[in-house]
């Protein structure tokens, strides 16, 4: 199936059902296809809670689909993140991983959150004609008055990365998308959403979910 219709077809499904939104898709272009034997999902967030949350939803998402994915929380101890970790460290770390035989790592976290305004009311009317000046003031004369006419909301812009750490090859970056989440009514909703636009893309680059994308595919 062709690339940019892939892009185009995930691009108008997921944005007419989700707060999430992929606005940013690299692969590495000397890679076709990779599917990794073992998989350490990483959620990097202060909040234990919100971390455990997306974890447990995005291991659960790969697992329905072949991938034996494993949770950072159920393979770091507690103390792991208590305090930063030296180079040194790290190193030890992803020798630890090929031991245990874990071959790819995916890392997901929140780079920065943007407050946004939109005008409601005149959002609500984007697609109005009005014939008249009267129409046209009679309908929109609540700016006057309304004190809800500005809602404020943020958006929460995100990154995931696909990183191999096979021991027969070259530790690299395979994939990167960044991935921005409009206000969501509640944790668990952002982070299904979130899971959905990340498992898509990945379906898509054929990258540890080996399927070929298509509209009967298609389950948001």
Not at 12 to 29: F, H, Y
Not at 140 to 162: G, R, T, V
Not at 170 to 186: M, V
């Amino acid at each position: 199936m062709n690339k940019l219709y892939i892009y185009l077809l995930i691009a108008i499904v997921l944005n007419g059902c989700t707060s999430s939104e992929l606005v940013e898709n690299w692969k590495n272009p000397d890679i076709d296809t990779f599917e990794a034997q073992k998989v350490l999902v990483i959620g990097m967030s202060p909040e234990e809670g919100n971390r455990k949350v997306f974890e447990r939803k995005l291991t659960s998402e790969l697992k329905k689909s072949g991938v034996n994915a494993v949770r950072s929380l159920d393979f770091f101890e507690k103390s792991f993140t208590t305090s930063p970790k030296t180079e040194e460290e790290m190193m030890a770390l992803e020798s630890q991983l090929i031991e245990k035989g874990f071959d790819a790592i995916l890392l997901s976290k929140v780079l920065r959150v943007e407050d946004k305004v939109t005008v409601v009311k005149a959002y609500r009317n984007l697609d109005k004609t009005f014939k008249s000046f009267r129409d046209d003031y009679y309908e929109n004369q609540e700016i006057y008055h309304d004190e809800d006419y500005y809602e404020e909301y943020q958006i929460f812009h995100a990154e995931s990365s696909l990183y191999c750490i096979c021991p027969d090859k070259e530790r690299e970056l395979i994939w990167k998308g960044s991935i921005d989440i409009t206000e969501p009514e509640n944790i668990k909703k952002a982070v299904n959403d979130y899971v959905k636009v990340l498992v898509w893309a990945l379906k898509g680059q054929q990258l540890l979910i080996l399927e070929e994308l298509t509209d009967e595919g298609i389950d948001l």
